[in-house]
């Protein structure tokens, strides 16, 4: 016997439809922002001395699971310009999804959350320029990215954070409904 089976609509709205969507809007707003900053200001992003103003982004992993991921996007995609090639865009990145998760791990604590980007990106981007020119310096670019990472990132980060925490437009309409 030959069973009939209703003809569904694959553009129907369903919530998980719904749910998916604006996840996925919500990573990639957050990357394009990444990406358009730092290539925006390409002379000051790239480089031995560098000061990635998209890094003070790095504070959305403490509102979403989103930030996360959008960051991690949003650096790839801005490494592509990096004079240090295909080593920047998978090890950068990779410094900074592990920087993201554990950011979101201790979102509860923002001023310590804050910190494993500081701390991972001077550590492990001097080896990444060792590794790819041989650079010799590593304490010097650990100092020039600590610094350069902890204001980006406290300096402007946490007011941005504090100011998006109390923003109705930001809370209302990007933020993941609880």
């Known amino acids: 016997m030959v ?15 719904l749910f998916l969507t604006k996840k996925l809007v919500r990573i990639a707003l957050i990357a394009a922002m990444y990406a358009g900053l730092a290539l925006l200001l390409k002379p000051i ?3 031995v001395v560098q000061f990635r103003l998209s890094e003070s982004l790095v504070i959305m992993p403490l509102f979403m699971f989103e930030g996360v991921w959008g960051v991690t996007i949003g650096c790839m995609l801005a ?15 990779a410094i900074t999804l592990v920087s993201g998760l554990l950011t979101r791990v201790l979102r ?11 701390i991972l990106n001077a550590l492990f981007l001097p080896l990444i320029w060792y ?4 650079d010799i310096g590593y304490w010097t670019n650990f100092c020039s990215i600590f610094i350069s ?5 406290y300096v402007l980060g946490l007011p941005l954070f504090y100011a998006l925490k109390r923003t109705k437009i930001f809370n209302d309409t990007l933020l993941p409904k609880k």
Request: glycine share 8%; proline share 9%; net charge positive.
């Open 45 to 47: 992003s790239f480089g």
């Open 149 to 153: 990472q902890f204001f980006t990132i």
């Open 108 to 118: 509860k604590k923002p001023l310590i959350a804050m910190f494993p980007p500081v």
């Open 3 to 17: 069973q009939m089976v209703a003809w569904q609509n694959p553009f129907k709205k369903t919530k998980e439809a």
């Open 79 to 93: 490494n592509i310009a990096s004079p240090f090639g295909i080593i920047d865009i998978v090890l950068g990145s």
């Open 131 to 134: 590794i790819w020119a041989g």
